[in-house]
């Protein structure tokens, strides 16, 4: 009877404490160095087009592992905004 008891107080604290760490975490999206508001200039970021295959669609088969496993074209370009960037540095 005493272990039903003792299970029970340790669920419901395990529960509660549970409850109590989901609700502490910010929303979605607004976390620390979220939205970069009041924090300096965003960095670059890294723009990949390739001309093998259409923007958002499928990867032909001959890119892949079951087709001629050929690698596709890329072009890497570094962007600031819309203005074209060097490389951060590591």
């Given at each position: 009877m005493r272990t039903k008891h003792t299970f029970g107080i340790l669920a419901t604290t395990l529960a509660v404490g549970s409850c109590v760490l989901l609700l502490a975490q910010p929303p979605a999206g607004k976390g620390p160095g979220g939205g970069g508001k009041g924090r300096g200039q965003a960095g670059p970021a890294l723009s990949v087009t390739s001309t093998s295959f259409q923007d958002g669609g499928v990867i032909?088969?001959?890119y892949s592992f079951y087709g001629e496993n050929k690698s596709p074209e890329f072009t890497f370009q570094w962007m600031m905004g819309?203005?074209?960037?060097?490389a951060p540095e590591a």
């Open positions: 032909p088969m001959k819309t203005n074209p960037a060097s």
